[in-house]
């Protein structure tokens, strides 16, 4: 099944220049961005976004550090792109991330795990509707795309 989810190259990802390695990585998989900007989270749009954490011990230093640097949020679509996206990431804890992950590869500390992304078809919508706006997505096909979905034609 085709679907869409979001991932942001969080704050220490980009100040350690990892980005374009973590998108690779992803594409390398056989994803295709649908989306992709570069912006500097406020503090309103932070807290929409980790909403479900409002009231934990955490909440606060998670608002400060994902907008103490610019990030890059972007769409990628396929087939069960959530699941793919999870897997590829790694453990939320880069300390138990398997290697060949992200975070298993190239993180160490849980608060500074390197990408996010959403974990359901519900929060992607949700978190796809808060970094992009229609206008900003692109539907269309790859060459290679039949060799990658099946159910590509």
């Known amino acids: ?3 869409r989810t979001l991932i942001l190259v969080k704050p220490d990802g980009m100040q350690r220049g990892l980005a374009g390695e973590i998108i690779s990585r992803l594409e390398s998989r056989g994803l295709r961005i649908v989306g992709l900007r570069m912006l500097q989270v406020d503090e309103v749009l932070a807290k929409r976004h980790y909403a479900e954490h409002e009231g934990k011990p955490f909440f606060d230093g998670l608002i400060a550090y994902i907008t103490s640097s610019p990030i890059i ?63 900003q997505m692109f539907d269309y096909e790859r ?8 159910d590509a034609s």
Not at 74 to 98: Q, S
Not at 143 to 150: G, N
């Open 73 to 135: 949020a972007a769409v990628l679509e396929g087939t069960r792109a959530i699941e793919v996206v999870r897997k590829t990431m790694g453990a939320t804890n880069p300390a138990e991330a398997d290697p060949g992950t992200i975070r298993g590869d190239l993180g160490v500390e849980l608060g500074r795990n390197l990408i996010h992304g959403s974990d359901g078809p519900e929060s992607a919508t949700r978190e796809i509707s808060l970094f992009f706006d229609e206008s």
């Open 1 to 3: 099944m085709r679907e």
């Open 143 to 150: 060459d290679v795309d039949r060799w990658i979905f099946e």
